[in-house]
């Protein structure tokens, strides 16, 4: 399957939750073909881990923000950080950020507050946005509708997990779909029929690693070799050919976190 490519264009990897596994985590990446990755940030120190790790690793790029869940926690100083490396030029996205009203571990306030500047600065540095929705993506859709209405902004919903119609309101927005190895669980039959609806253009996958462990591997932390799971499942509801999948998610992510895919 060398001869496959596929992008992880969503995942955790740093030391906080890999220790010191992440180079043997990258080399099986590599092995199996997922040649880039995007690694986000939820908070300013493994914001800061993924830049370090994208200066070292060929094909691992990096995002700086502040999760919707740790709205709460983070002062002016931490914020600054993030605002400091998504200003560097060294990230190639903004988040994750968005909306989370299913742990409600954050008031709305503050993820609010967070979800606006985070916009904010991807309109003013012309980077994507990387948004988590959980249980608030009308909400998420009605802020995304009055920002785009004011500057050029653009991104992916990640991890989607939105009805058909849902789906088709973010496209219209301009943005991206990712999706995680939820799509395959025994039970998610409506996400995988929703996931048949997206263009092949406005589609990415995406591991959202150590979390949402695809079939068969569920249960077990994940990494980014598994995103070709995810992969094969989209492939094969979609009717389309793995090389095929492979090849426009890879290009998908490529333009929308303008990296040379050369």
């Not at 068969?216 to 979609?238: D, F, M, Q, W």
Request: aromatic share 6%; hydrophobic share 40%.
């Amino acid at each position: 399957m060398s001869h496959v490519e596929f992008f992880d264009s969503h995942c955790h990897i740093d030391p906080m939750r890999y220790g010191g596994d992440i180079e043997d985590v990258i080399a099986r990446a590599r092995a199996v073909g997922v040649s880039r990755m995007t690694v986000v940030g939820t908070r300013a120190a493994d914001s800061e881990a993924a830049v370090r790790l994208s200066e070292k690793e060929e094909g691992v790029f990096c995002a700086a923000g502040v999760h919707p869940n740790d709205a709460d926690d983070v002062d002016e100083e931490e914020w600054s950080r993030v605002r400091s490396l998504i200003d560097s030029g060294k990230v190639i996205a903004v988040g994750e950020t968005g909306l989370d009203w299913f742990r409600a571990v954050a008031s709305r306030e503050s993820q609010t507050l967070f979800f606006e500047r985070h916009i904010a600065l991807s309109q003013s540095t012309g980077l994507p946005l990387i948004i988590h929705t959980r249980n608030s993506i009308r909400d998420v859709l009605d802020i995304l509708t009055k920002a785009v209405q004011k500057a050029p902004t653009t991104g992916v919903l990640h991890a989607f997990s939105g009805t058909a119609e849902e789906a088709a309101e973010a496209i219209g927005l301009g943005f991206f779909l990712g999706f995680a190895g939820m799509v395959t669980f025994r039970s998610a039959e409506t996400l995988r029929e929703v996931a048949k609806t997206v263009p092949l253009n406005r589609l990415l996958v995406e591991t959202d690693s150590p979390f949402l462990s695809p079939e068969p591997l569920r249960g077990k932390r994940n990494e980014p070799s598994h995103v070709v799971h995810t992969a094969h499942c989209l492939a094969n509801i979609r009717g389309e050919t793995l090389e095929v999948l492979a090849a426009a998610t890879t290009a998908n992510a490529c333009r929308l976190f303008k990296v040379n895919c050369q």
